[in-house]
Nanobody, 121 residues
Framework: QVQLVESGGGLVQAGGSLRLSCAVS????????MAWFRQSPGKEREFIAS????????SYADSVKGRFTISRDNAMNTVYLQMNRLKPADTAVYYC??????????????WGQGTQVTVSS
């Protein structure tokens, strides 16, 4: 059974940075594309970024392009999301996902529990 555990969320001032991590077990990590999504209260879960199995290909939502960077360490079975120049609008619960590919939550079959990111103005 695959398990995904996010960490690294917290409270940060606008303009600051955070790095989220997602540790994966129970699946051959190097065979799996990975993605990050986020969800704010009352809103749909939103695609943020994805990375292919080798790490050679990435995709970003327009809202985070140029500020966020997704990366992976296949030796550590971990995917990261480096978030820079954070804005209050980035406040959300951030989730990592695997078991698929695409920009819709329904494209993925496995999810972490989420980590809260709060950006104060």
């Amino acid at each position: 059974q695959v398990q995904l555990v996010e960490s690294g969320g917290g409270l940060v001032q606008a303009g600051g940075s955070l790095r989220l991590s997602c540790a994966v077990s129970g699946r051959t990590f190097s065979n799996s594309a990975m993605a990050w999504f986020r969800q704010s209260p009352g809103k749909e879960r939103e695609f943020i970024a994805s990375i292919n199995r080798s790490g050679s290909g990435t995709s970003y939502a327009d809202s985070v392009k140029g500020r966020f960077t997704i990366s992976r360490d296949n030796a550590m079975n971990t995917v990261y999301l480096q978030m820079n120049r954070l804005k209050p609008a980035d406040t959300a619960v951030y989730y990592c996902a695997t078991g698929g590919w695409g920009e819709s939550p329904s494209d993925y079959d496995s999810w972490g529990q989420g980590t809260q990111v709060t950006v104060s103005s």
